[in-house]
């Protein structure tokens, strides 16, 4: 479910250029106050800039709507103690420029030009990013959305023939040359040359916290034992296709250049491997994630005073 939720998040710009070629330069936006939800202002301006965003994804859907909706997520987040920092969104604004083969400035000049401007995209991120955690929270929490009780283990497992299913527990070491955010523009291709360098000499697990001592500003953390179902989602089909010894390729992340190293693996199958792979299987997918998160929306709109002025 993580997986879809960003990614939804995301899939949004797959004809950008062609259309920073296109745009014209775009009316100033008043700014009033158009709706309030729980204290919180909506202004005409975050509207103005929500219709420019989804003209520009080619998408149909009511802008007024959509800004409620984010400030009720917000708020939820912010509710839960959940925080995404100013550099999390700024390497996700900039793996999203370098996903869609542009330089920064070309990113900037498309949300400008097109009236969405990149501050509202980056305040757009850093809600999706902030919703995306909750609703995995809330996934998770038990509360009937998505948690395999012991009574519905045992049924399944019968459905199956009393056979529990198995799963594979990896092993990890994760690799991060550190980025400050101050330094980013100057030191990225810098450190990802040096992470790339490493990458290439990796041979197991056993030697990386030596062979780190010699360098500048790189972490290695042993993850542990991680169950296949439990790999984050960013980092899975890598993980999955890496052979034991080997490393996965280099990522820019919100930290710096990082990649995995699979210490070892081996094929497990216990009551929380099954637990764990039934209610992946029993998650619904794509289809799935999106009908809960209208939910816990529709929830949280319920109970929300809004004003609309």
């Known amino acids: 479910m993580r997986k879809y939720l960003f990614s939804a998040g995301f899939a949004l710009l ?19 106050i158009k709706y309030v939800v729980n204290d919180v202002p909506v202004t005409s301006g975050d509207i103005a800039h929500r219709a420019a ?18 400030t009720l997520r917000m708020a939820e987040a912010k509710r839960l103690g959940i925080r995404i920092s100013d550099a999390q969104v700024e390497a996700a604004y900039q793996r999203f420029a370098s996903s869609n083969k542009m330089q920064l400035s070309q990113l900037d000049g498309v949300m ?10 980056k305040e757009f991120i850093r809600a999706q990013m902030a919703w995306n955690q909750a609703l995995s929270a809330r996934y998770r929490s ?17 459905e199956k023939g009393g056979a529990k299913p198995s799963a594979t ?7 991060i040359f550190v980025v400050p955010a101050a330094e980013r523009s ?16 990796f041979n197991g697990c056993s030697t990386t916290h030596e062979f780190a001592k010699g360098l500048i500003d790189v972490t290695v953390r042993d993850l542990g034992r991680v ?11 890598q993980i999955k296709a890496t052979k034991v010894g080997g490393a996965t390729v280099t990522r820019e992340t919100e930290r710096g250049v990082e990649f995995i190293g699979i210490c070892s693996s081996r094929e497990v199958s216990d009551d929380k491997v099954a637990q764990m792979v039934f209610q992946n299987e029993g998650s619904g997918g794509d289809k799935n994630a999106d009908e809960l998160s209208k939910k816990y929306v529709d929830e949280l709109k319920a109970k929300a005073r809004i004003v609309k002025r």
């Open 169 to 175: 527990e990896y092993m990890l070491q994760q690799i």
């Open 53 to 70: 965003f989804l003209k520009l994804q080619r998408k149909k859907g009511d802008a007024a709507q959509e800004m409620i909706d984010q």
């Open 14 to 32: 797959l004809a950008v250029t062609s259309v920073s070629v296109t745009v014209m330069t775009p009316p100033a936006f008043a700014s009033e």
């Open 186 to 201: 100057a030191t990225l291709a810098k450190r990802k040359r040096e992470a790339d360098a490493m990458r290439a000499r």
């Open 142 to 158: 038990g509360d009937g959305t998505g948690a395999v009780s012991e009574q519905d283990l045992v049924r399944k497992m019968l």
């Open 112 to 121: 400008e030009k097109s009236g969405v401007s990149k501050g509202h995209f």
């Open 227 to 237: 169950l296949a179902p439990q790999l984050p989602a960013d980092w899975a089909e």
